[in-house]
């Protein structure tokens, strides 16, 4: 220990970067023990010095780099390395894609025990400006006298001290600055703890949640930003009560899936992809890989607010949507009847339970679109037996839990991993967004 009582830093050691974790940083070792070295890339020679010591493996930060990688880039945020929102910034986009698959394909043969017959070319979208929600954090510091909002730093609870954004759509991201001397005007700028953000096609949201009651004044100064900018205003005290709108408009949150001349109407604290781009590619694709026919009966499981569900039911007899969020399925059913959809149907149920008896069990389907949250489809794919369908498209937001579903569906259920493709949903993070498809043998 230093008489200041601190432990004294460690001097930092030459490693050779060999790959990338899943949390997209370099893989090194010394003495033999793994090293996870946060901004390092494989193939490059660093200089990085361990700042936090694990039983199987250490972390460290990156001193310098030595030789660099030819896909390191200048990352285009000045906040990079900081903020936790991004992660591969330095990493150029082909790469980040090319990681982000070996990463699915590593998963599925360690862990799920197969390969895919096909791999598709990755489905891109926008690099910047792409993120449409987000919740960002709000906080008040004395020492620098004003409001941050923003998003945390990295491996930290501290906000980051940010003015813009390029990942976020630029009518927030490029408005950070204006929202936080917003929120700073307000009497209560030390009780807001988060703001909720959601753009649509169209419309555009702002949810403040407050842990203090706001005056009139504070009404009025929120109003007034929203009217700047052209954002609803809504707040919401401490707890989930009813949201209390600051600013009305006849612009709504919704966004659109041209080709299948849908409109979807959501609220801000809804569930959508935040990639809308990204998202009409990724519907479409869906529906590809199902080969949907005219007499095709469809059960979209995770259905949400009908994403897929509408979307598929233009293009067969039915689909059936079940969800575990009974706002979820009141919003699919209000979709489908404002798009005049009258062969889907909508049942809640949780998916995670027993859900034999259930009268979505006893009909017959020849396609089902799984599009589970992080934990996977497990408990839903032991009880899908009965329904034998041609095709089982799975949408997957986590490459683990994927592969871990894919062994049972093949090994169990008789399938084969016919395709898979990645989707670059979020650009610049370390997020593994995929599909596979699955054909039943035979």
Known sequence: MSKSGRRPQRPPVSVQVTGLSHEGKGVAHIDGKAVFVTGALPGEQVEARVVKTHRHFDEADLVRVITASPQRVAAR???????????????????????KQAQLLDNLRHI????????????????????????????YVAKKSRVLVGFRERNSHFLTDVRHCPVLHPNIGERLDALAEAVSQLSVHAQIPQIEVAI????????????????????????????????????????????????????????????????????????TQINHALNRRMV??????????????????????????LAMAKCATTVIGVEGEVKAIARARENAADNGVDNAQFYV?????DFAGA???????????????????????????????????YVSCNPATLARDTRYI?????????????????????????????VRKG
């Open 284 to 309: 479409k694709l869906a529906i590809e890989m199902l080969a949907l026919r005219d007499s095709d009966q469809v059960l979209d499981l995770f259905c949400g607010l009908g994403n897929f569900s």
């Open 77 to 99: 945020c000045e906040h990079f390395g900081v903020c936790g929102g991004c992660v591969l910034q330095h990493l150029d986009t082909d790469a980040q894609l090319n990681y």
């Open 200 to 271: 649509g096609d169209h419309g555009q949201t702002l949810l403040v949640r407050h842990l203090a009651a706001l005056t009139d004044n504070d009404r009025q100064t929120l109003r007034s930003f929203g009217q700047a900018y052209g954002f609803t205003i809504l707040l919401q005290g401490d707890g989930p009560g009813q949201l209390e709108p600051v600013t009305r408009t006849d612009k709504k949150l919704q966004y659109e899936l041209p080709e299948f001349g849908l409109t979807f109407d959501f609220g801000v604290n809804e569930f």
């Open 112 to 139: 799920g025990g197969v390969s895919p017959m096909q791999v598709l070319p990755a489905l891109r979208g926008d690099t910047w400006g792409y993120r449409r929600k987000a919740r960002l954090g709000v906080k």
């Open 349 to 353: 149920q949780n998916l995670s339970g």
């Open 359 to 393: 009268p979505w069990t006893r009909r017959e389907y020849t396609k089902i679109l799984l599009d589970p949250p992080r934990t996977g489809a497990y408990e839903a794919l032991l009880q899908l037996h009965r329904l034998r369908p041609e095709r089982i498209v």
């Open 410 to 438: 093949v090994e169990e259920m008789g399938y084969k991993l016919s395709t898979v493709c990645i989707m670059d949903m979020f650009p610049h993070t370390a997020h593994v967004e995929s599909m596979a498809l699955f």
